[in-house]
T-cell receptor, first 117, second 117 residues
Framework: KAGVTQTPRYLIKTRGQQVTLSCSPI?????VSWYQQTPGQGLQFLFE???????NKGNFPGRFSGRQFSNSRSEMNVSTLELGDSALYLC????????????????FGAGTRLSVL | AQKITQTQPGMFVQEKEAVTLDCTYD???????LFWYKQPSSGEMIFLIY??????QNATEGRYSLNFQKARKSANLVISASQLGDSAMYFC??????????????FGTGTRLTIIP
């Protein structure tokens, strides 16, 4: 089974531009979560999508948005890029829960490393 | 709110020795899951082991075991017979599972483990 695929792996943008990152989950997984990883703030939850609906959202400005398609693939968009948006963006997918207390492991992709100049 | 604390920024361990990575957590929820992930320099987060708050036995996965002490709110990762390939960042994470459908993981700051030949 193929793992979580994130494209592109590397991106260089300038301040004020916008960027779109893509994530293809493991086949059969319907939940996709996004995280931002920076040296200063560590790993922070951005948002999570399930069946094309945003189910959870972290504490990020509205410049960060996302969506999920009917095939569970997800994209996240950052508009009006700032220098502080330079980070590794990680996507994770998890299988349908098997119960209310299911452990639902999240499987991560290799990430997209975004540099804002 | 949930919080994960990892107090060891870095550790150096001789090859073939056992190593314990510390993790303490804070939550008022009764149902939660604790995860350990490994992040090599490539960036991908690799799932290692899971412990549910209601699990009576400590989790084990090959050379990885989780020393779960619920009363002390600690979930330390033990790696037996360390190998050079174990050199990486290790993150402890938690997910509250009392809210069905909540996929948000809260991460600690990580421990950089270096195995010395």
């Amino acid at each position: 089974k193929a793992g979580v695929t994130q494209t592109p792996r590397y991106l260089i943008k300038t301040r004020g531009q916008q960027v779109t990152l893509s994530c293809s989950p493991i086949s059969g997984h319907r939940s996709v979560s996004w995280y931002q990883q920076t040296p200063g703030q560590g790993l922070q939850f951005l948002f999570e999508y399930f069946s094309e609906t945003q189910r959870n959202k972290g504490n990020f400005p509205g410049r960060f948005s996302g969506r999920q398609f009917s095939n569970s693939r997800s994209e996240m968009n950052v508009s009006t890029l700032e220098l502080g948006d330079s980070a590794l963006y990680l996507c994770a997918s998890s299988p349908p829960p098997s119960g209310a207390l299911a452990k639902n492991i999240q499987y991560f992709g290799a990430g997209t490393r975004l540099s804002v100049l | 709110a949930q919080k994960i604390t990892q107090t060891q920024p870095g550790m150096f361990v001789q090859e073939k020795e056992a190593v314990t990575l510390d993790c303490t957590y804070d939550t008022s929820d009764q149902s939660y899951g604790l995860f350990w992930y490994k992040q090599p320099s490539s960036g991908e987060m690799i799932f290692l082991i899971y412990q549910g708050s209601y699990d009576e036995q400590n989790a084990t996965e090959g050379r990885y075991s989780l020393n779960f002490q619920k009363a002390r709110k600690s979930a330390n990762l033990v790696i037996s017979a360390s190998q050079l390939g174990d050199s990486a960042m290790y993150f402890c994470a938690m997910r509250v599972i009392s809210n069905f459908g909540n996929e948000k993981l809260t991460f600690g700051t990580g421990t950089r483990l270096t195995i010395i030949p």
